[in-house]
């Protein structure tokens, strides 16, 4: 019948052949076939969740729904494999009261390192001055030769660091050719000057981060001058070697490395710095063999600063500010602790109000 019933929604006028009892065992075998694969996963589902037997009522209407299309279309397929893993999802119901704690902690976490990354950003000039004006100085520098390539040439012979210009006026010399970067892009530059100098100057301080660079440059310059002027006094060098320019941040960036790696501070500043340090040192100390100006110079950064390094007062500076900024770390960590629990107490909190409980209370997000 259910044959024929087809054929007049197609709107034929003929019946058409009558159906033979194979045909008609083969489908209703099908549907009985795929109403007991059904049966197990209603039954499963009403044991997964006893309380409700919405998911039992769900798989058994679409397991009839199968049996029927497997009856009209004559194969049974089983749905018990497919059902399966929807039957035994238990409902995941979170109570009222946890969501809006969890969402309220959520919240505040986020405030918080909004707050915490916009007053590190406002204390940054307050902390990192040194690293600010040399990574100014660079940027202005760059953009002074871009602009005006005639007068940054100028600038660049008139605080070049020779023997003749540091006898006359060293102080300028020794300041005005720092910011210089001749050859090569300003950028990595300004990424060593401010992993060196300003994990330096987290370490012991401005001040003393400033004397520590300021020094290495100063003795640097005046280890590779005063080589060159001895050779050049002892023939090996034409006198013309006096002169030539020498600028640039290269001193204080390695005097600034080698002290960060040595002195005590964050392990992983520490490592970084000696990854940078093995990196560099190569190229930097190129042509210490024959005594070249910038491998001579930058031999002796090197060392200056690991020197700084290991002076115990120094050292000692550097690890009471360690010791300060863990012990600092550690009191927000625990009053953001505190905070979110008296923020989530007043959600979470079901037992009535005593006049000891705000005092005892810590507040949980879980009942």
Do not use: C
């Not at 008139?158 to 540091?166: D, G, I, P, R, Y």
């Not at 530059?189 to 400033?210: K, Q, R, Y």
């Not at 770390?329 to 008296?342: D, E, R, Y």
Request: hydrophobic share 50%; aromatic share 4%.
């Amino acid at each position: 019948m259910k044959l024929l019933g087809r054929h007049r929604e197609r709107g034929t006028s003929s019946p058409g052949p009558a159906p033979s009892i194979a045909a008609v065992f083969s489908a209703y075998a099908a549907s009985r076939a795929a109403a007991s694969a059904a049966r197990p996963v209603s039954a499963v589902a009403s044991a997964v969740s006893p309380g409700s037997g919405a998911a039992a009522r769900a798989a058994s209407t679409v397991a009839d729904g199968r049996a029927q299309g497997a009856g009209r279309r004559g194969v049974g397929v089983p749905m018990a494999p497919i059902l399966l893993p929807y039957a035994l999802i238990p409902p995941l119901v979170v109570p009222a009261h946890v969501d809006v704690a969890l969402r309220r902690a959520t919240g505040a976490a986020r405030s918080a390192r909004r707050v915490a990354a916009a007053m590190w950003l406002r204390t940054v000039p307050r902390r990192f001055p040194v690293t600010l004006v040399l990574l100014s100085a660079l940027i202005a520098a760059r953009i002074l030769r871009g602009v005006a390539p005639d007068l940054a040439h100028r600038w660049q012979w008139a605080t070049s660091t020779t023997l003749h210009q540091m006898m006359h006026h060293p102080l300028g010399v020794l300041a005005g050719s720092i910011p210089w970067v001749v050859e090569g892009p300003v950028l990595p530059w300004l990424a060593l000057a401010g992993l060196a100098v300003g994990g330096l100057e987290a370490a012991v301080g401005s001040g003393v981060a400033f004397a520590v660079l300021f020094a290495g440059h100063t003795g640097a310059t005046l280890i590779s001058e005063g080589v060159l002027g001895l050779r050049v006094a002892s023939g090996a060098l034409p006198s013309t070697a006096l002169h030539i320019l020498d600028v640039g941040p290269s001193y204080v960036v390695a005097t600034s490395l080698a002290a960060v790696v040595v002195l005590p501070g964050s392990r992983r500043l520490r490592r970084v710095a000696a990854v940078v340090l093995v990196g560099i040192a190569p190229a930097m100390m190129y042509g210490l063999a024959d005594a070249d100006l910038d491998g001579m110079g930058h031999t002796a950064a090197f060392a200056l600063g690991a020197v700084a390094g290991a002076l115990p007062l120094l050292r000692h500076r550097a690890l009471r500010r360690r010791l300060a900024r863990l012990g600092s770390a550690a009191g927000q960590v625990v009053a953001g602790q505190v905070a979110a629990g008296q923020a989530t107490a007043p959600a979470t909190s079901t037992a009535p109000a005593t006049s000891t409980a705000p005092a005892t209370s810590t507040g949980s997000i879980f009942p």
